[in-house]
């Protein structure tokens, strides 16, 4: 079975400035999906940013960036220029590579709070 | 734009009542899913669904069933609730590769 774990329940950041959440992983498939999903005050969870393990470079969206670190079975997500929008829970998330039917196993969630 | 509907955002029920949490997707969509989310705990998979009629066991199925009659709508049943079923009810609904479109959320408390 996967395991996800979220070593930072909470955290912090003020506007502007950069922030890295972390994520390990264990799982003994070789190709898989890890993805970041963030949930804000309007409990709505959104995709961030997703990962297909078997490609080397690491996937960017606007201000999210990650950093996949295969080997060491870690995936943090960095959130440059926060803005108080990003506020949210962050889930790190893994899926099977074959599974169609995006059967997700989360870890339990860094809060993240961005002031001024 | 893409709608995942949960039908109540809070919910308050006694112990032994049965209970039904629905969802209603607009996408068409195969595949859907019901997770639980308690502080601490992340989100846990209780059951999901990839095709009409068709349901699978998640992680923490006891306590729970789930009926697919159509495609766009799932629905998750508590036979008897019970005080420990109080928590954050999440519907999903997803083509594939991991892209999850979700509801806001039923939060349950079960007194």
């Known amino acids: 079975a996967q395991t996800v774990t979220q070593s930072q329940p909470e955290m912090s950041v003020q506007e502007a400035e950069t922030v890295t959440l972390s994520c390990t992983y264990d799982?003994?498939?070789?190709?898989?999906?890890l993805f970041w999903y963030k949930q804000p005050p309007s409990r709505q969870m959104i995709l961030v940013i997703r990962?297909?393990?078997?490609?080397?470079q690491n996937a960017t969206e606007n201000r999210f960036s990650v950093n996949f670190q295969k080997a060491a079975k870690s995936f943090s997500l960095k959130i440059s220029d926060s803005q108080l929008g990003d506020t949210a829970m962050y889930f790190c998330?893994?899926?099977?590579?074959?599974?169609?039917?995006?059967?997700?196993?989360f870890g339990t969630g860094t809060r993240l709070q961005v002031t001024l | 734009d893409v709608k995942v509907t949960q039908s109540s955002r809070y919910l308050v029920k006694r112990t032994g009542e049965k209970v039904f949490l629905e969802c209603v997707q607009d996408?068409?969509?195969?595949?859907m899913f019901w997770y639980r989310q308690d502080p601490g705990l992340g989100l846990r998979l209780i059951y999901f669904?990839?095709?009409?009629?068709?349901?699978e066991k998640g992680d923490i199925p006891e306590g729970y069933s789930v009926s697919r009659e159509k495609k766009e709508r799932f629905s998750l049943i508590l036979e008897s609730a019970s005080t420990n079923q109080t928590s954050m009810y999440l519907c999903?609904?997803?083509?594939?590769?991991?892209?999850?479109?979700f509801g806001s959320g039923t939060q349950l408390s079960v007194l």
């Open positions: 996408m068409d969509h195969e595949n």
């Open positions: 799982t003994s498939e070789s190709n898989y999906y």
């Open positions: 669904s990839y095709d009409v009629k068709m349901k």
């Open positions: 999903a609904s997803s083509l594939g590769r991991g892209k999850l479109f």
């Open positions: 990962q297909e393990a078997y490609k080397q």
């Open positions: 998330a893994f899926m099977k590579h074959l599974w169609t039917a995006s059967k997700l196993t």
